[in-house]
């Protein structure tokens, strides 16, 4: 490891990565999304795969994000993790420490240089790869788990340019393999409530949908050798616009049914001034601290509207410099009425339990009638294990379960395209006075034949 500089490393993926970007963002100028290129393979919407007796799992990046999977698809029946990828020593590490803990197998482990992700991807007891590295790295070893014949699971964003997303469903479809993005906050409980009410109809039509991810995170500045601060503090420089959009997103994108029935059509987006970070940075660096050096280009709180195919409106919010409480918004509105989140409450015309002037702040009763079934069948096992209130840990279940019982993915690469496409589509709106952007179709027009992801179980 001696001769393996991952600080050269990492900043260089990311100039690279910056160079994709603005080049991408300045081709687009003001001209729409356009026509969707001809496909390379067959679509890949209900990708149904094999069953699979026992699935087993590489994962790449097991840091600040990925250490969670080890735990939790060492606790789920039919997964095994067999090999490991991560460059930095210490936190392979404490990857053994953790299967030693726990007394498990140990996996085959990889990292002497930057390329060593391709040993586990060569490997024949590998079928699944779930990749937890910075943001830069998420395309190009997505990619390359289905060109080795592998699925592909990514963290958010599932890619930074439409040109790499539009990559990444190409590849799946030639490939027929899985690419999800890792949206966890689609399977906590709330998210999985509001997706059974709204599929009972209870909000009746739907119009209108509000997501944010409203977390401070200026803390990250002082993580300078390692942890997600030493990569992401110069996302915040090097463009401006809604960089994490899909926490907020995916959960309002499947009431929607986003890509079963309507699609996003197009985004108009600003954002304030950006002050916050600079400021965080004078007042705890020295003034001639590195951190003090970076210009914070990102604006401290980008706002977006996004127009459906079908007329519907979602506000969209980002903002991980202000001081104040976390939030999704995890709002949808209906011609019945609405819910809310953060705090959770709801207002119905008919069906409530009041008037639809105040909102109903006791969700109890709601909780009991409408709990999604995989909360209510995994709900005190995904408690249990953690991870965001148990999401992460549900979400890992619910794929492996797929995975056994050859069902299709509740996410797949269309969808983690169009949620991702917010980031590159909004630096490009910013730039151009909030003027809008066409989103892509990457489903090249099934979407107007695919239903709506349905309530599992119910």
């Keep these: 490891m ?26 687009q100028g003001a001209k729409p999304a356009g026509a969707a290129p001809a496909a390379k393979g067959k679509s890949v919407m209900g990708l149904v795969v094999p069953a699979m007796a026992e ?4 994962l790449i990046g097991v840091g600040e994000r990925g250490v969670g999977y080890i735990s939790h698809f060492s606790q789920i029946e039919g997964a095994r993790i067999t090999a490991i990828c991560d460059t930095d020593p210490a936190t392979l590490t404490r990857a053994r420490a953790l299967f030693d803990k726990m007394a498990k197998p140990q996996p085959a482990y990889f990292g002497d240089s930057p390329d060593s992700y391709h040993q586990l991807l060569a490997r024949a007891d590998v079928d699944i790869v779930v990749i937890a590295t910075p943001w830069a790295l998420h395309h190009p070893m997505a990619k390359a788990t289905m060109l080795a014949g592998k699925h592909a ?7 930074l340019e439409l040109e790499q997303m539009w990559d990444l469903v190409d590849t799946a479809e030639a490939t027929q393999r899985n690419c999800m993005m890792l949206e966890n906050v689609c399977y906590g409980r709330d998210e999985l409530m509001v997706l059974n009410m709204v599929r009972q109809g209870l909000f009746g039509e739907l119009l209108h949908g509000e ?3 409203i977390h401070e995170l200026r803390w990250q500045i002082k993580e300078i050798e390692r942890k997600t601060g030493s990569w992401r503090t110069f996302e915040e420089a090097r463009q401006n616009g809604n960089l994490y959009p899909t926490h907020g997103l995916g959960p309002v994108a499947q009431y929607m049914g986003i890509n079963r029935g309507d699609r996003f059509d197009f985004i108009n987006s600003v954002s304030s001034p950006a ?6 940075a004078k007042r705890e660096f020295p003034a001639d601290h590195p951190r003090n050096q970076i210009k914070y280009t990102c604006g401290d709180i980008n706002t977006s509207i996004i127009k459906t195919v079908q007329g519907r409106t979602i506000m969209l919010q980002h903002d991980t410099t202000t001081p104040r409480p976390y939030s999704r918004h995890n709002l949808i509105q209906g011609t019945n009425g609405a819910f809310a989140g953060f705090p959770n409450r709801i207002a119905l015309e008919q069906g409530g339990r009041g008037s639809y002037h105040d909102w109903d702040l006791d969700m ?5 009638q409408y709990d999604h079934p995989l909360w209510q069948r995994m709900g005190r096992e995904a408690e249990r294990n953690g991870g965001h209130g ?16 050859a069902e299709p993915l509740d996410q797949d690469v269309y969808d983690g395209a169009a949620w991702s496409a917010v980031l590159p589509l909004s630096v490009a709106s910013v730039a151009d006075r909030g003027n809008s952007r066409d989103f892509p179709d990457f489903t090249r027009g099934l979407w107007q034949k695919t ?3 349905g309530v599992v179980g119910g």
């Design 451 to 453: 239903k709506p992801l």
């Design 2 to 27: 001696a001769s393996f500089d991952r600080r050269s490393f990492m900043k260089a993926s990311i100039a690279t990565a910056a160079l994709g970007v603005a080049a991408a963002c300045s081709q």
């Design 153 to 159: 699971f990514v963290e958010v964003p599932m890619a």
């Design 275 to 280: 002050i916050g970070r600079a400021a965080y």
């Design 211 to 213: 997501a944010a991810y």
């Design 55 to 58: 699935v087993r799992v590489g």
């Design 390 to 405: 148990g999401m992460d840990f549900l979400m890992c279940w619910r794929l492996i379960y797929c995975l056994r019982n």
């Design 364 to 368: 109890t009763p709601w909780y009991q």
